[in-house]
Protein backbone atom coordinates (compact mmCIF):
# COMPACT_ATOMS: atom_id res chain seq x y z
CA UNK A 1 0.00 0.00 0.00
CA UNK A 2 1.92 3.66 -0.84
CA UNK A 3 2.78 5.42 2.04
CA UNK A 4 3.78 9.42 1.56
CA UNK A 5 4.96 11.57 4.28
CA UNK A 6 5.67 14.89 4.43
CA UNK A 7 9.03 16.09 6.84
CA UNK A 8 8.90 19.15 8.15
CA UNK A 9 5.38 18.96 9.71
CA UNK A 10 5.63 22.33 9.99
CA UNK A 11 8.18 25.34 9.39
CA UNK A 12 8.65 29.42 10.30
CA UNK A 13 11.04 31.14 7.75
CA UNK A 14 11.45 34.86 7.48
CA UNK A 15 10.76 36.43 4.46
CA UNK A 16 13.09 36.50 1.50
CA UNK A 17 14.59 32.71 2.25
CA UNK A 18 13.75 29.77 0.01
CA UNK A 19 11.54 27.30 1.40
CA UNK A 20 12.47 23.43 0.70
CA UNK A 21 9.46 21.05 1.17
CA UNK A 22 10.24 17.24 1.20
CA UNK A 23 7.64 14.37 0.30
CA UNK A 24 8.77 10.72 -0.11
CA UNK A 25 6.39 7.46 -0.88
CA UNK A 26 7.17 3.99 -0.39
CA UNK A 27 5.80 2.70 -3.56
CA UNK A 28 7.59 4.16 -6.85
CA UNK A 29 5.24 2.69 -9.21
CA UNK A 30 3.41 6.03 -9.63
CA UNK A 31 1.85 7.51 -12.36
CA UNK A 32 2.46 11.60 -11.35
CA UNK A 33 2.84 13.44 -8.10
CA UNK A 34 0.81 16.72 -7.19
CA UNK A 35 1.77 19.19 -5.64
CA UNK A 36 -1.19 21.31 -3.24
CA UNK A 37 -1.62 25.04 -1.45
CA UNK A 38 -4.24 25.08 1.39
CA UNK A 39 -5.22 27.66 2.93
CA UNK A 40 -7.03 27.76 6.43
CA UNK A 41 -10.40 26.76 5.57
CA UNK A 42 -10.06 26.65 1.88
CA UNK A 43 -10.10 23.89 -0.36
CA UNK A 44 -6.93 22.40 -2.44
CA UNK A 45 -5.33 24.32 -4.90
CA UNK A 46 -2.98 22.42 -7.30
CA UNK A 47 0.68 24.38 -7.94
CA UNK A 48 2.45 22.11 -10.03
CA UNK A 49 1.99 18.84 -11.39
CA UNK A 50 4.86 16.34 -12.14
CA UNK A 51 4.64 12.97 -14.37
CA UNK A 52 6.08 10.10 -13.64
CA UNK A 53 8.43 10.68 -16.64
CA UNK A 54 9.70 14.10 -16.14
CA UNK A 55 12.17 14.79 -13.20
CA UNK A 56 11.41 18.63 -12.85
CA UNK A 57 8.58 21.32 -13.13
CA UNK A 58 8.72 24.84 -12.98
CA UNK A 59 6.05 27.42 -12.45
CA UNK A 60 7.16 30.70 -11.08
CA UNK A 61 8.37 30.96 -7.84
CA UNK A 62 8.10 27.17 -7.94
CA UNK A 63 10.33 24.52 -8.55
CA UNK A 64 9.69 20.83 -8.08
CA UNK A 65 11.95 17.55 -8.69
CA UNK A 66 10.87 14.04 -8.63
CA UNK A 67 12.80 10.92 -7.64
CA UNK A 68 10.68 7.58 -8.46
CA UNK A 69 13.60 5.61 -7.71
CA UNK A 70 14.03 7.05 -4.49
CA UNK A 71 10.39 7.96 -3.73
CA UNK A 72 11.26 11.22 -3.06
CA UNK A 73 9.77 14.87 -4.46
CA UNK A 74 10.96 18.28 -3.27
CA UNK A 75 9.06 21.46 -3.63
CA UNK A 76 11.62 24.61 -3.77
CA UNK A 77 9.55 27.93 -3.07
CA UNK A 78 11.90 31.31 -4.08
CA UNK A 79 12.13 34.70 -2.53
CA UNK A 80 9.77 33.45 0.20
CA UNK A 81 6.45 35.70 0.80
CA UNK A 82 4.58 36.36 4.03
CA UNK A 83 1.74 35.10 1.14
CA UNK A 84 3.36 31.95 0.97
CA UNK A 85 1.85 31.01 4.05
CA UNK A 86 -0.12 27.86 3.66
CA UNK A 87 -0.45 24.15 4.21
CA UNK A 88 1.63 22.54 1.35
CA UNK A 89 0.28 18.71 0.24
CA UNK A 90 1.67 16.49 -1.40
CA UNK A 91 -0.12 13.64 -3.21
CA UNK A 92 0.47 10.83 -5.42
CA UNK A 93 -1.48 8.66 -8.10
CA UNK A 94 -0.31 5.41 -8.28
CA UNK A 95 -3.38 3.59 -9.73
CA UNK A 96 -5.40 4.00 -12.96
CA UNK A 97 -9.21 5.37 -11.42
CA UNK A 98 -6.53 8.51 -10.39
CA UNK A 99 -7.25 7.99 -6.86
CA UNK A 100 -4.65 10.17 -5.19
CA UNK A 101 -2.92 9.15 -1.38
CA UNK A 102 -2.06 12.74 0.51
CA UNK A 103 0.63 13.14 2.85
CA UNK A 104 -0.28 14.79 6.01
CA UNK A 105 1.01 18.22 5.09
CA UNK A 106 3.28 21.16 5.67
CA UNK A 107 2.24 23.69 7.33
CA UNK A 108 4.42 27.20 6.64
CA UNK A 109 4.77 30.77 7.86
CA UNK A 110 6.39 33.39 6.25
CA UNK A 111 7.42 36.42 8.59
CA UNK A 112 7.57 39.50 7.37
CA UNK B 1 -13.05 27.51 -17.98
CA UNK B 2 -13.62 24.50 -15.85
CA UNK B 3 -15.57 25.68 -12.24
CA UNK B 4 -16.14 22.87 -9.07
CA UNK B 5 -18.85 23.98 -7.18
CA UNK B 6 -19.64 22.55 -3.58
CA UNK B 7 -22.66 23.47 -0.99
CA UNK B 8 -23.47 24.04 1.53
CA UNK B 9 -20.04 25.73 2.64
CA UNK B 10 -20.93 24.97 6.41
CA UNK B 11 -23.20 22.57 7.72
CA UNK B 12 -24.21 22.04 11.61
CA UNK B 13 -26.21 18.97 11.84
CA UNK B 14 -27.30 16.95 15.17
CA UNK B 15 -26.26 13.27 15.31
CA UNK B 16 -28.69 10.85 13.79
CA UNK B 17 -29.79 13.43 11.26
CA UNK B 18 -29.27 12.96 7.67
CA UNK B 19 -26.92 14.26 5.24
CA UNK B 20 -26.86 15.08 1.57
CA UNK B 21 -23.51 17.23 0.73
CA UNK B 22 -23.72 18.40 -3.57
CA UNK B 23 -21.00 18.78 -5.75
CA UNK B 24 -21.59 19.65 -9.61
CA UNK B 25 -18.37 20.39 -12.10
CA UNK B 26 -18.85 22.98 -15.17
CA UNK B 27 -17.33 23.37 -18.44
CA UNK B 28 -16.10 19.38 -18.71
CA UNK B 29 -17.48 16.37 -19.72
CA UNK B 30 -17.56 12.63 -18.47
CA UNK B 31 -15.01 14.14 -15.54
CA UNK B 32 -13.80 11.22 -12.89
CA UNK B 33 -15.26 12.90 -9.53
CA UNK B 34 -14.15 11.94 -5.84
CA UNK B 35 -15.40 12.51 -2.48
CA UNK B 36 -12.41 13.40 0.05
CA UNK B 37 -12.68 13.96 3.85
CA UNK B 38 -10.11 15.98 5.72
CA UNK B 39 -10.63 15.37 9.81
CA UNK B 40 -9.21 17.98 12.44
CA UNK B 41 -5.49 17.53 12.75
CA UNK B 42 -5.61 14.54 9.95
CA UNK B 43 -4.71 13.90 6.86
CA UNK B 44 -7.30 13.71 3.19
CA UNK B 45 -9.33 10.08 3.36
CA UNK B 46 -10.56 9.31 -0.25
CA UNK B 47 -14.13 7.87 0.39
CA UNK B 48 -15.73 7.13 -3.09
CA UNK B 49 -14.76 8.02 -6.38
CA UNK B 50 -16.73 7.99 -9.68
CA UNK B 51 -15.76 7.30 -13.11
CA UNK B 52 -19.18 7.96 -14.99
CA UNK B 53 -22.81 8.22 -14.10
CA UNK B 54 -24.54 5.42 -11.83
CA UNK B 55 -20.60 4.19 -11.16
CA UNK B 56 -19.75 4.66 -7.39
CA UNK B 57 -16.58 3.12 -5.77
CA UNK B 58 -16.48 3.28 -2.43
CA UNK B 59 -12.85 3.18 -0.70
CA UNK B 60 -14.20 3.44 3.23
CA UNK B 61 -16.75 1.06 4.66
CA UNK B 62 -18.78 3.27 6.48
CA UNK B 63 -22.23 5.29 7.02
CA UNK B 64 -21.84 7.30 4.12
CA UNK B 65 -23.23 6.55 0.62
CA UNK B 66 -22.47 8.36 -2.49
CA UNK B 67 -24.49 8.84 -5.82
CA UNK B 68 -23.93 10.60 -9.27
CA UNK B 69 -27.06 11.32 -11.20
CA UNK B 70 -25.82 12.92 -13.82
CA UNK B 71 -22.44 13.43 -15.66
CA UNK B 72 -21.20 16.39 -13.73
CA UNK B 73 -22.93 15.93 -10.46
CA UNK B 74 -21.87 14.17 -7.33
CA UNK B 75 -23.34 13.60 -4.04
CA UNK B 76 -22.73 12.48 -0.69
CA UNK B 77 -25.07 11.29 1.69
CA UNK B 78 -25.87 9.80 5.03
CA UNK B 79 -29.20 8.64 6.89
CA UNK B 80 -27.83 8.95 10.11
CA UNK B 81 -24.97 11.08 11.13
CA UNK B 82 -22.29 10.05 13.69
CA UNK B 83 -20.06 12.41 15.64
CA UNK B 84 -17.09 10.93 13.67
CA UNK B 85 -18.50 12.27 10.41
CA UNK B 86 -17.77 15.87 11.17
CA UNK B 87 -14.72 17.23 8.88
CA UNK B 88 -14.00 18.87 5.99
CA UNK B 89 -15.47 17.36 2.44
CA UNK B 90 -13.93 17.99 -0.65
CA UNK B 91 -14.71 17.29 -3.93
CA UNK B 92 -12.63 16.81 -6.87
CA UNK B 93 -12.33 16.29 -10.53
CA UNK B 94 -10.23 15.12 -13.24
CA UNK B 95 -10.23 14.38 -16.77
CA UNK B 96 -7.11 12.05 -16.31
CA UNK B 97 -8.50 8.40 -18.04
CA UNK B 98 -7.15 5.09 -16.92
CA UNK B 99 -3.42 5.01 -16.98
CA UNK B 100 -2.80 8.36 -17.45
CA UNK B 101 -0.73 10.37 -15.20
CA UNK B 102 -0.99 14.29 -17.61
CA UNK B 103 -4.14 16.04 -16.12
CA UNK B 104 -4.73 17.59 -12.62
CA UNK B 105 -6.96 16.79 -10.11
CA UNK B 106 -8.97 20.10 -9.05
CA UNK B 107 -10.61 20.47 -5.78
CA UNK B 108 -13.96 22.21 -4.94
CA UNK B 109 -14.09 24.63 -2.38
CA UNK B 110 -15.35 22.57 0.63
CA UNK B 111 -17.62 21.90 2.80
CA UNK B 112 -17.58 22.32 6.71
CA UNK B 113 -19.58 19.59 8.56
CA UNK B 114 -20.08 19.46 12.19
CA UNK B 115 -22.01 16.79 14.07
CA UNK B 116 -23.43 17.98 17.15
Known amino acids: KQEVTQIPAALSVPEGENLVLNCSFTDSAIYNLQWFRQDPGKGLTSLLL?????REQTSGRLNASLDKSSGRSTLYIAASQPGDSATYLC???????????FGAGTQVVVTP | SQTIHQWPATLVQPVGSPLSLECTVEGTSNPNLYWYRQAAGRGLQLLFY??????ISSEVPQNLSASRPQDRQFILSSKKLLLSDSGFYLC???????????????FGPGTRLTVT
Open chain 2, 92 to 106: AWTIDRLAGGAHEQY
Open chain 2, 50 to 55: SVGIGQ
Open chain 1, 50 to 54: IQSSQ
Open chain 1, 91 to 101: AVKSDSWGKLQ
